[in-house]
């Protein structure tokens, strides 16, 4: 058998954490074949919570659980570690402004960063959820200036999902026969959802939907999503999110589909005329645990400025932590 | 591909079924070839709530995922269905009365028989979650005249797992090294986590354990585990109990393991000395679709009183719910 894989999820007692470490330990992430062993961290308040989700994990069974770990210290989480999940991060509270969420999670996500570029493997693979995700995934690479900065990602897989659930509706076909939807940009009410590369049942998507549609209907539907489900279920979006980080684990560990791409936040390498180095969501395509940003994409004006919306954001994000930035 | 199978859960909306339905959608119950219908049956109240899980579920994307229906009307829920879980119940109310318990919930699940018997596929297998399981699936199969016995179950397997997780702990083994772990009669206290019959890596389980450890440490444990998690977690097992269901209606479905066997609550045939017809935990094996009670293990008598004890405790609840049973 071969040796187990270590994931370390923080946050992992949360709703998100607690919908998600039953599939890691399931093999749905790895495959049926790959063991795991779990380091699940959490702050000093959550360990108790955390316990009783270290207890269900045990009652599972779960042949390819080899290990759980349960901590509040770092050093311990993210030893060794091959990939890290960075769940974690503080809620913007009543009455609190962007900018001091996005500082506050700053400081959390540097400490993260300096803790995965001291303890964890040098081959480590980090998937930031937690919001701002994009520049919170900035802040940790910066961080961690051992690791190359495409070890580094941040999450817009659940809106790729939520994008291809819609059209998929609107189709009416099958999720596994639409190819090539993107989701550009920043994880926020200026991400740009894209359909005009995408297939379906090998046809042009245009030949199936309208371009109004997709502007008046389909964009705002996926970019406030999230509020919707709230309005429905009355607590934000879990499981859905959870099964989002599974999907864009498992495709940058195993691969992407042949023909078909992804969706993944990555520091931009100036591509698409975005500025280099801010984490900026591509359509992606995944091999040997790489990924590759999607080249040679034709861009009409509407998605220029769509993309130029969503990078002047994620600039604006990262000039109000500026200061915790590394310098050199 | 395969034609979808169709399964219906009800109380989809409550944290086991929320826990339980991504899984099933994404492949874990029966396996990554087998699309599924979901239909999801929620009480009036409970609609708003599900349609969040439903919005959820649109979002992950899922492969598998054919169609989702949800609904309140029991006529709709199990038309044609393949599987049938029974999660929804009354759960005991503070001063409530364990007779009133049993009763309400008797109500429950002799209407439900009588829907599955009247709308679900002649082949419907049910698996009874809310408790009191044993009793419910004993009352929704008598309510279910054209339909045989041996398709109404009641889940032991939570139990089961939580045996393997605990003597994998004692003994430093892996859970996939433990084999012929058994639940013997009602999902409550009385239940009887047996582990004579085990094997850890082809030893006997004395060899590495003691009898007063079973009998001090680890039956008591067993049957008060559920107890331990609301103590941790503030909560009642949500994903432990979601993952029972995916293996006991996997193992169902697709089989058990070869030397191998499972925990399955099942209308007796009097096998054991239980008398015939109310729904006890047995070793069971499965293959292509169907369980067979494991024959021919010696109990000692220890053991025999434990399994009267708990027939004793069955008999009551039957006495209690016995106004309810058609006559025939």
């Known amino acids: 058998m071969k040796p187990a894989v270590k994931v370390t999820i923080t946050g992992a007692a949360g709703h998100i954490g607690y919908a998600l470490v039953f599939r890691v330990a399931s093999g749905a992430m790895f495959g049926q074949k790959q063991p795991v062993i779990l380091r699940l961290l959490e702050i000093p308040q959550s360990m108790s919570s955390l316990s009783g989700v270290g207890m269900e994990l045990e009652d599972c069974a779960f042949p390819l659980l080899h290990d759980i770990v349960l901590t509040d210290d770092p050093a311990i989480g993210f030893r060794d570690t091959d990939y890290a999940i960075l769940i974690g991060a503080k809620p913007r509270s009543k009455g609190m402004e962007r900018k001091d969420l996005i500082t506050e999670n700053a400081k959390i996500f540097s400490a993260q ?49 939520r994008a291809l659930g819609q059209l998929a509706n609107k189709t009416n076909s099958l999720v596994a026969d639409i190819n090539r939807m993107t989701i550009w940009g920043n ?142």
């Not at 489900?229 to 684990?249: C, K, P, Q």
């Not at 940003?293 to 990078?311: M, P, T, Y």
């Open 187 to 328: 994880h926020s009410m200026t991400q740009y959802p894209h359909i005009d590369n995408c297939t379906v049942n090998g046809f042009s998507v245009f030949d199936l939907v309208s371009r109004d549609w997709a502007i008046d209907h389909f964009i705002p539907r996926i970019q406030r999503r999230g509020a919707e489900i709230i309005n429905a279920r009355g607590l934000s979006s879990a499981a859905s999110a959870a099964d989002a980080v599974v999907d864009h684990v498992h495709d940058w560990a195993l691969g992407t589909r042949d023909g078909d791409w992804i969706s993944m936040a990555v520091p931009s390498d100036g591509g698409y005329g975005i500025e280099e180095g801010v984490v900026f969501s591509y359509p992606v395509t995944c091999k040997d645990g790489e990924y590759e940003i999607v080249k040679g994409l034709e861009l009409d004006e509407l998605s220029i400025s769509r993309l130029k919306a969503s990078e002047k954001e994620l600039r604006e994000e990262r000039a109000i932590i500026e200061d915790l930035l590394p310098k050199g």
């Open 113 to 161: 960063g300096k803790s995965i570029n001291r303890y964890a493997s040098e081959y480590v693979r980090v998937l930031v959820v937690g919001n701002p995700a994009n520049t919170n995934a900035l802040i940790a690479s910066a961080n961690a200036p051992d690791l190359e900065r495409n070890q580094f990602t941040a999450m817009t897989r659940l809106d790729h999902n």
